[in-house]
């Protein structure tokens, strides 16, 4: 079954909604699509701090690698974890780059049809298409926690998964003026975890590195490990983008999946 009139049907819904968050002064968080609406409340654990695997993301487009990545972390985590419900997380700012490719309307319609096309898999853990106006992830964390905590004052723990790419730039000094790694950290980690998987491109002495150092250290059994099959490794993004724009659509599709593919094809997105 195709997911894509459902999403395209939300496309007004889903205007008004970012337009009001955008110029809200207070919003940092909103959810804009959940397959309960008890969420993050759908799993079978019905004790204990409910467990929320989010993958935060550009979706620029949404690929298989991050389908991948958010999949085999609700399987097979190291140390194993029972996850309650899973957001895919969207920020309309970005740490270290300025808004280009798509609006944030078109990613978030990706992302909807990207969770249509896994509930029935993440089942029956609840799943969540959310928007945040934070770039950082300690401010994304509180921005969460705040927004569950007035809305169903239930106070869950928080798994980020991330790529190593992306947990070298979480422990690097430059997003945290004026204090240090630890510090900045230490609120963020009393409160949630992160998830990581092995990039390809990350340069082997970096990682090494990094496993090493002492940062990564003050914050153990904070951070676990996920793999991700050897096919999802080498996928990104800018390769489906530039794949768009050489008019390879099957080669799009392979990196991002059908109805992503033809959305995008549909929309004329990435072709300049
Ligand atoms: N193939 C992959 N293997 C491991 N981690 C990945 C992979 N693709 C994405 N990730 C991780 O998923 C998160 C979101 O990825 P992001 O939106 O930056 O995708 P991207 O494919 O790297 O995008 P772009 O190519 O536009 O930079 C990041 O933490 C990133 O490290
Ligand atoms: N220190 C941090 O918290 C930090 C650093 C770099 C990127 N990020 C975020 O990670 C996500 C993925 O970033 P890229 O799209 O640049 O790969 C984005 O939401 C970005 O803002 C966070």
């Given amino acids: 079954m195709s997911h894509l009139p459902s999403v395209l049907a939300r496309r007004p819904i889903l ?3 970012l337009t ?12 804009t699509y959940t397959t309960a609406p008890t969420w993050p409340l759908a799993g079978a654990r019905t ?9 935060d993301s550009s979706f620029n487009p949404p690929t298989l690698a991050h389908r991948a990545l958010l999949l085999h972390t609700l399987r097979r985590t190291d ?57 950082r992830f300690v401010d994304k964390a509180e921005a969460i926690l705040r927004s569950l905590a007035s809305s169903s004052s239930v106070t869950p723990e928080l798994y980020f998964i991330m790529g190593l790419d992306t947990i070298l730039r979480l422990f690097s000094p430059k997003y945290y003026p004026g204090t240090t790694v630890v510090q900045a950290l230490g609120p963020f ?13 990350v340069q082997e002495e970096e990682a090494v590195r990094f496993w090493a150092g002492e ?11 996920v793999e991700i099959p050897e096919e999802a490794r080498e996928l990104s993004s800018t390769r489906a983008r530039e794949a768009v724009r050489r008019g390879e ?11 992503v593919a033809q959305f ?9």
Wanted: charged share 25%.
């Fill in 264 to 272: 995008v094809k549909d929309e004329g997105l990435y072709a300049v």
């Fill in 15 to 17: 205007t008004a909604l």
């Fill in 249 to 259: 659509w099957e080669e799009v599709e392979r990196i991002v999946g059908k109805e």
């Fill in 189 to 201: 980690f009393a409160r949630s975890k992160v998830v990581c998987a092995d990039r390809a491109g």
């Fill in 20 to 31: 009001a968050f955008h110029s809200s002064g207070s919003a940092d968080f909103a959810l």
């Fill in 79 to 135: 140390p194993p974890t029972d996850f309650d419900a899973a957001l895919l997380l969207f920020s309309t700012t970005n740490a270290d780059k300025q808004p280009s490719g798509t609006g944030p309307v078109e990613r978030v319609m990706m992302m909807e049809l990207a969770a249509r096309t896994m509930a029935s898999e993440i089942s029956p853990r609840a799943l969540a298409v959310g928007v945040t106006k934070h770039a």
């Fill in 47 to 55: 004790n204990g701090a409910p467990r929320i695997a989010i993958l």
């Fill in 215 to 225: 940062e990564v250290k003050e914050f153990d059994g904070r951070v676990g490990r």
